[in-house]
């Protein structure tokens, strides 16, 4: 019965007639689904290509020197040293430039929390052997804390000491030899 009810109730019902849709109705109806695909899509594509393009012009070092004291180098004197030692140095990765990185980690800070996160930083630059110069204020109290100076430090300017550093392990930075050639000629222009 309830089939020759639906039967009489649906006797004049038509299909639709599939509607034809113009090609700026078809591009609103796909960006209307689409949209925020198409949003993820690009910023993904931003995210990744940033990435790339700050792989690809990341500024290797050829020579690092850590500056461990108490009061922060000014501008000019990280300048002087690291034109210093650029004359002085050679392009040990190839890239056509002599580029010299002054690390500074400040030991007597106020705030307690920034010289611990000072000190990490020099933990895990010494870890890493990244620097292989240290500029000093104190290398006996540096050396009796870290242990990891060659015993052949040297007196400079303003009361600093340019020191250089030991490797008991495999580890070793890729230039040691020209870092060990640049200690040379930073030992006769000392003389």
């Given at each position: 019965?309830a089939?020759?009810?639906?039967?009489?109730?649906?006797?004049?019902?038509?299909?639709?007639?599939?509607?034809?849709?113009?090609?700026?109705?078809?591009?609103?109806?796909?960006?209307?689904?689409?949209?925020w695909?198409?949003?993820?899509?690009?910023?993904?594509?931003?995210?990744?290509?940033?990435?790339v393009?700050?792989?690809?012009?990341?500024?290797?070092?050829?020579?690092?020197?850590?500056?461990?004291?108490?009061?922060?180098?000014?501008?000019?004197e990280?300048?002087?040293?690291?034109?210093?030692?650029?004359?002085?140095?050679?392009?040990?990765?190839?890239d056509?430039?002599?580029?010299?990185?002054?690390?500074?980690?400040?030991?007597?800070?106020?705030?307690?929390?920034?010289a611990?996160a000072?000190?990490?930083?020099?933990?895990?630059?010494?870890?890493?052997?990244?620097?292989y110069?240290?500029?000093?204020?104190?290398?006996?109290?540096f050396?009796?804390?870290?242990?990891?100076?060659?015993?052949?430090?040297f007196?400079?300017?303003?009361?600093?000491?340019?020191?250089r550093?030991?490797?008991?392990?495999?580890?070793?930075?890729?230039?040691i030899?020209?870092?060990?050639?640049?200690?040379?000629?930073?030992?006769?222009?000392?003389?």
């Open positions: 019965m089939s020759e009810y639906l039967r009489w109730k649906y006797k004049d019902v038509q299909p639709n007639k599939p509607v034809t849709r113009t090609k700026k109705q078809r591009r609103q109806n796909w960006w209307h689904y689409h949209k695909h198409v949003i993820l899509g690009l910023a993904a594509v931003c995210i990744a290509g940033n990435l393009w700050h792989t690809l012009t990341q500024v290797h070092p050829d020579y690092q020197i850590a500056y461990v004291a108490a009061a922060p180098l000014s501008e000019e990280t300048a002087v040293w690291e034109e210093k030692l650029a004359v002085l140095g050679t392009d040990c990765n190839g056509g430039k002599i580029v010299v990185q002054v690390n500074q980690y400040l030991s007597a800070q106020e705030d307690v929390m920034y611990a000072s000190n990490v930083r020099l933990m895990a630059d010494l870890d890493a052997c990244e620097s110069f240290f500029l000093l204020e104190d290398p006996d109290g050396q009796e804390g870290y242990e990891v100076l060659q015993e052949d430090w007196p400079v300017e303003n009361g600093l000491y340019l020191a550093r030991t490797f008991w392990e495999n580890r070793v930075p890729k230039n030899e020209d870092c060990g050639a640049l200690w040379e000629r930073l030992r006769k222009e000392a003389a």
